[in-house]
Nanobody
Framework: HVQLVESGGGSEQPGGSLRLSCVAT????????MAWFRQTPGREREGVAA???????NYADSVKGRFTISQDNAKDTLYLQMNSLKPEDTAMYYC????????????????????WGQGTQVTVS
C-alpha cells in the first residue's frame, strides 16, 4: 500500500511561483513513475508533468518552460516547481504514482496510475 501526501499549494499572483511537494510512504517500491495532475470543476483531470526512475521528464505543452518536476529518492518526495504562474494554472493539483507505465501507455493518462494523493489547491489571481 502506498500513501501520497501533497503540500505547498496556496494563492499566488500571476507571475509568481509556488513549489508543490508530494511525500510517498508505505511500499514506495511501487512509486517508480510519478506525476502531477490537475483538475478544475467540470473538467477532466489532466497530466501536468511526469518523471521516471531515470529522471526522464515529460510536460504538458501548457506548462513547458514554466514548471519543473523533480524527485528526491532519498526522501521519497516528488516536487513541482511552478514559475510564471498564470490564472489558468488555477486547479487542484494531485500527485500520482505507479510502478511503471504500461507498454504503449501515456504518462498523462490517469488510467496508468493506481496511487493518488488527496490534492492541494493552487489559486492564481
Amino acid at each position: 500500500h502506498v500513501q501520497l501526501v501533497e503540500s505547498g499549494g496556496g494563492s499566488e499572483q500571476p507571475g509568481g511561483s509556488l513549489r508543490l511537494s508530494c511525500v510517498a510512504t508505505g511500499n514506495t517500491y511501487s512509486t517508480n513513475c510519478m506525476a502531477w495532475f490537475r483538475q478544475t470543476p467540470g473538467r477532466e483531470r489532466e497530466g501536468v508533468a511526469a518523471i521516471d526512475p531515470d529522471d526522464k521528464t515529460n510536460y504538458a505543452d501548457s506548462v513547458k518552460g514554466r514548471f519543473t518536476i523533480s524527485q528526491d529518492n532519498a526522501k521519497d518526495t516528488l516536487y513541482l516547481q511552478m514559475n510564471s504562474l498564470k490564472p489558468e494554472d488555477t486547479a487542484m493539483y494531485y500527485c500520482a504514482a505507479e510502478y511503471s507505465i504500461s507498454y504503449g501507455g501515456s504518462w498523462s493518462s490517469t488510467y496508468e496510475y493506481n496511487y493518488w494523493g488527496q490534492g492541494t489547491q493552487v489559486t492564481v489571481s
